[in-house]
């Protein structure tokens, strides 16, 4: 149950700051420049909170991490 609550976690914080880093392109329309937006996307904490939960999904889903250990 804490794996199913964990993914469900950070599968919601995942698409909460991918939302955000998508939000952030319509800099581009204000005719900010390619670099200008990608050095303030990478300056964000939504970029890292999104690896960090991509990570852990990725985690999950693979199964990286044993539910029980073999020999208890």
Not at 46 to 56: D, G, H, M, Q
Request: aromatic share 22%.
């Amino acid at each position: 149950m804490f794996r199913f609550m964990l993914f469900l976690f950070s599968y919601g914080i995942c698409v909460m700051s991918v939302g955000n880093l998508l939000l952030y392109l319509n800099y581009r329309t204000l005719g900010y420049s390619w670099s200008a937006v990608w050095s303030f996307i990478v300056g964000t904490h939504e970029l890292y909170i999104a690896i960090v939960s991509l990570i852990i999904l990725f985690i999950l889903i693979f199964d990286l991490i044993p539910s029980r250990f073999p020999f208890s």
